[in-house]
């Protein structure tokens, strides 16, 4: 591992060999291939590099096949590190060494044990903090979140979610707050303060880079114009093996800013 960073900065954790073997719920399972996968998640940790976010390892796991998405094992709330329960049980053993990294990193590891959460679930806008409550995050974790949050200054907000796998793959937010999402996947937009609504599914999923920027995958273009047009600077990349696995670009990272 690399010398111990100081935020921000971002956990990543390479690709399994046994990448193929992902869950999939709620898309038709595709032929996986892992040499680009690798690939590409080379590329997209040299964008987090490029653009203020220099990237720190979990130590890789290729007996655990969705581990390359490390959102769904640790979300930040400030210094607060909070390691998620998957509901899947092929997925639990992932938060070991997430738990482990941020331990080693100098931050207090803090479970969930009531209810069932993943990451992907997690949306924070501003001091906002909304829940899918989904096939992997349940009641109890919203509640557990709310008790270890409201004291910190967050609101948590639970968000019924029935069409797709995390709240993240239906919305996510720009730079200023805006919440965006392809509608036909929205269940309820009306609960986020602004909604704008995007032209491709993909489109859906940005990670906001700074003030000014965003990464966008490469298969959005009509919403990469949209945001353009809204002042933005859009840096995309090509993640199809991921998205072939329900991932999708805030999947493969973890913000650290405090």
């Not at 591992?1 to 060999?17: C, Y």
């Not at 890789?60 to 607060?80: H, K, N, Q, T, Y």
């Amino acid at each position: 591992m690399s010398a111990w960073p100081s935020p921000p900065f971002a956990l990543v954790r390479r690709p399994a060999a046994s990448l193929a073997n992902g869950c999939v719920s709620f898309i038709e399972r595709r032929p996986v291939d892992v040499s680009l996968a690798h690939q590409q998640w080379l590329a997209y940790r040299a964008v987090l590099d490029e653009h203020g976010w220099p990237t720190f390892e979990v130590e890789p796991d290729d007996s655990l096949p969705d581990s390359v998405f490390i959102e769904d094992a640790v979300v930040m709330f400030d210094g607060l590190a909070v390691i998620t329960n998957p509901a899947a049980p092929t997925r639990h053993p992932e938060i070991v060494a997430a738990a482990e990294t941020i331990r080693r990193l100098g931050y207090e590891p803090t479970l969930i044990r009531q209810g069932t959460l993943d990451g992907g679930d997690v949306l924070k806008v501003g001091r906002t903090v909304y829940v899918g409550l989904s096939t992997r995050t349940n009641r109890a974790a919203v509640e557990e979140l709310r008790e270890l949050l409201t004291p910190r200054g967050w609101e948590v907000v639970g968000v019924p979610l029935t069409k797709v796998l995390h709240l993240k793959s239906a919305v996510t937010a720009l730079p200023d707050g805006t919440v965006i999402g392809y509608r036909p996947l929205v269940d309820d937009a009306s609960i986020f303060g602004t909604f704008l609504d995007v032209p491709e599914e993909s489109g859906a999923h940005v990670v906001a880079l700074d003030a000014e920027a965003v990464l966008l995958s490469v298969h959005a273009p009509r919403t990469a114009q949209l945001l353009r047009e809204r002042g933005l600077t859009v840096v995309a990349v090509d993640i199809s093996e991921f998205e072939k696995l329900e991932g999708c670009v805030t999947c493969l990272s973890v913000r650290v800013r405090a």
